[in-house]
């Protein structure tokens, strides 16, 4: 997921072996018309295989959740970090807007405290493995905020819309897993013939593709989130999940206030089920994008966790008392280089670029940032620079991701980028480059360009790339600064020469980092495009022995590794404080970014 992330789910050595025996800017051009009657069940609203039968949904499809008058005592105020780029489950990717989902909307499938799946809507399931088939046995008090039953429907039209090219969806690949999906979305099979069938309203089969070993981790992510097919229509597609009136969700607490670039409330769901077991009765996410002035609010009391990005921030927090906390987040943080512009699509300019950030001898000033480099590594601009738990990226894919075995897949890779890189070779791919290209250094430095985030930490990051390219070769880079979105829609639509970006995992296999760079895939917007990849990527989706599939996956780290679509950087660990007021404090985790639902109060 962007970081982005969106969130992912463990997968446990056992439960691989068990399986394979038998897991941006949006378009608005969402279509708002029901799948026909000949190709869905999601037009009835009686039960169609059993005795049980959802009432049929009545009243104001529009009705939104009411808010009401909360204790003070009972809330707690956390940074989104960033404005959304949208909260809309079919289109969102960055990180925090599932962490957001996770806290609105209740999946078939949810993760427990160690990221291990647990009931959702979904009380129980059964799994054939002869036919690879899910039957997932919804509860039957789930209740959406306009009063309307939560059905099995529901996640049937949610997905029918995730798959619907119109919607756009940057994770429509992610129900490709589901029986002809993807050929669905390639309108060569209708809709009737998809593997999602709805028994009755509170049974779903579900038939996979081929053996999935995370499939049902898939289940939990945000894009398969359910939506209420009666409201989504009612509201209309493009106005679907902007404002506040406009959410209608089924989970723990309910939006009930978005003030752009401000701030997003939610309070406390009462009717959802486990509604008794949740303390909290309000949480404020504030949009605080500058690192420093968030800092500034937490020691002033008007936030309950912040996040301590860089050395200097863990100081000032320490010095005033706090207690630092860190966890793994899984996030790989890189460059994205435009493969398809006229400079960048020359492999060797590529390399030249990446290898060049290592070393010079030089200070980037700035009251809050000052970053010397002497000659140093990777390593020691982390020790220097972050001065927390970050690494150097030796490989794409994050450690937390786990190997067949329940090891770490990045140990299986090994070393794939040296913290120190050859900067004499980077001046030889240089001069390989501008002769293939046929141009000076002087057109690079009149063409070439990085965006990035417009905070301190973003702008000061590209600032220090942009340094070692004119150190080490000579070439002048503008600095592009701007807000999440923009960057976003920029990088969607290819309008960019680099970018600052990072990737956080979807579920716990190397498949949720590699397949980003397919060919035309979903959240491929480098542009690059492998023949061999691609071939990797589905012989590893249709292997069933572990070793070899490994095997696949760790071609694939060598194929990104040789050709840079990307310039690898660092994978992200972060650290944070929290208020006494959060007892025992937040729950972080590589596969659950932040989770407040339970949080205890002091």
């Not at 949810?110 to 009931?119: F, Y």
């Not at 209309?236 to 309910?254: I, M, W």
């Amino acid at each position: 997921m962007k970081l982005k992330k969106v969130l992912a789910l463990v997968l446990s050595a056992a439960l691989v072996v068990s399986a394979f025996a038998g897991c941006g800017g949006n378009s608005s051009k969402t279509s708002t018309e029901s799948i026909a009657a000949s190709e869905s069940s999601a037009e009835s609203t009686e039960s169609t295989a059993s005795g049980d039968s959802t009432p049929a949904a009545s009243g104001d499809a529009t009705a939104t959740f009411t808010p009401k008058t909360v204790d003070a005592a009972k809330t707690i105020s956390l940074n989104a970090g960033m404005e959304p780029t949208g909260l809309n489950t079919l289109t969102s990717t960055y990180s925090i807007e599932f962490a957001l989902f996770k806290h609105m909307y209740e999946n078939l499938v949810t993760l427990d405290d160690d990221d291990n799946t647990a009931p959702g809507a979904a009380e129980s399931w059964d799994y054939d493995e002869d036919t690879l088939t899910y039957t997932f046995h919804l509860r039957k008090d789930g209740v959406w905020t306009n009063g309307d039953p939560v059905t099995a429907k529901d996640f049937e039209f949610a997905w029918s819309q995730a798959l619907n090219p119109d919607v756009a969806s940057d994770y429509a690949y992610f129900l490709y897993f589901i029986k002809n999906a993807e050929k669905y979305f390639n309108g060569e099979v209708t809709w009737d013939e998809v593997g999602v069938k709805v028994v009755d309203d509170y049974t779903l089969e579900v038939t996979l593709e081929q053996p999935t070993p995370y499939a049902l981790f898939l289940f939990s992510f945000g894009t398969l989130a359910p939506i209420n097919q009666r409201f989504y229509e009612a509201v209309g597609a493009d106005l679907y999940s902007t404002e506040a009136q406009y959410f209608c969700t089924n989970g723990p607490f309910a939006l009930t206030e978005w003030s752009h670039n401000d701030k997003i409330v939610m309070q406390k769901n009462d009717a959802w089920h486990g509604a008794a077991d949740v303390e909290v009765e309000e949480i404020d996410w504030k949009i605080i994008t500058d690192a420093n002035a968030a800092l500034s609010s937490f020691l002033a009391g008007d936030l309950d966790m912040v996040g301590l990005g860089t050395g200097e921030l863990i100081k000032q927090a320490t010095a005033a008392g706090a207690t630092i906390q860190s966890y793994t987040d899984g996030s790989a943080f890189y460059i994205y280089f435009n493969n398809n512009d006229q400079y960048l699509s020359n492999v060797n300019l590529r390399r030249a670029l990446f290898n060049a950030i290592d070393a010079g001898d030089w200070m980037f000033g700035n009251a809050e940032y000052i970053w010397i480099k002497n000659a140093i590594d990777a390593q020691k601009e982390i020790d220097t620079v972050w001065q927390n738990d970050n690494e150097p990226m030796t490989s794409f894919t994050a450690p937390g991701v786990s190997a067949a075995d329940g090891t770490s897949f990045a140990g299986k890779v090994g070393e794939l980028y040296a913290p120190s890189r050859d900067q004499e070779k980077a001046k030889e791919y240089l001069a390989t480059a501008l002769s293939e290209l046929g141009c000076t250094v002087d057109d690079l430095s009149a063409h070439l360009s990085i965006d990035c985030g417009d905070s301190p930490t973003s702008i000061a990051e590209a600032s220090f790339y942009q340094e070692q390219w004119r150190q080490v070769l000579g070439i002048e880079v503008a600095v592009n600064s701007m807000i999440t979105k923009q960057g976003s829609q920029n990088r969607k639509t290819g309008n960019y020469v680099m970018s600052i970006t990072g990737w956080g995992p979807d579920y716990n296999d190397p498949n949720t980092f590699l397949d980003m760079w397919v060919t035309d895939g979903g959240n491929n917007q480098t542009g690059f495009s492998n023949e061999r990849y691609d071939e990797l990527i589905d012989l590893a989706a249709k292997e069933t022995d572990l070793e070899k599939r490994e095997s696949y996956f760790i071609e694939c780290e060598q194929i990104i590794a040789d050709q840079l679509p990307i310039g690898p950087s660092y994978w992200r660990a972060p650290s944070y404080a929290c208020s006494d007021k959060i007892k025992g404090g937040m729950h972080r985790s590589t596969f659950q970014d932040i989770n407040a639902v339970y949080v205890k109060l002091s």
